[in-house]
């Protein structure tokens, strides 16, 4: 039963990314077009290429806000990733940031300071 649900949503997964492949599409050439403003314009020296590179990066952003369907054909792709990965038996291990309490600085200047002040 649990490899049925696997498919199927695998499935639907699949069908729903590739009915969302021009907005797909559409997201990677903004996400490019920004790329490319945000690169040309810290490297640029004159004010017209530096407004231009802005104007460029400006179409970019508005053109990947108008792609928010964009959005969940990733969601969709992830999950197939997902599916694939529990229909192997393997864990599924999503990437956080953790940060740890010895390298906060904050605490490690407290420490110090009660071991000073002793």
């Known amino acids: 039963m649990k490899k049925f649900l696997l498919l199927t949503g695998g499935i639907i997964a699949a069908c729903v990314a590739l009915a969302l492949i021009g907005p797909l599409a559409g997201l990677l050439f903004s996400g490019l077009l920004v790329a490319l403003g945000m ?33 969940i054909g990733l969601a969709a792709i992830a999950m197939i990733y997902v599916i694939y990965k ?17 390298e906060d600085p ?12 002793k």
């Open 86 to 102: 529990k229909w192997n038996g393997e864990d599924v291990k999503i990437p956080t940031i953790e940060g740890k309490k010895e």
């Open 39 to 71: 690169h040309f314009y810290i490297a640029s020296k004159s004010t017209f290429g530096k407004i231009f590179w802005f104007t460029v990066g400006l179409i970019g952003v508005l053109s990947a806000v108008s792609n928010i369907p964009a959005m």
């Open 106 to 117: 904050f605490t490690n200047f407290e420490k110090e300071w009660s071991n000073l002040t």
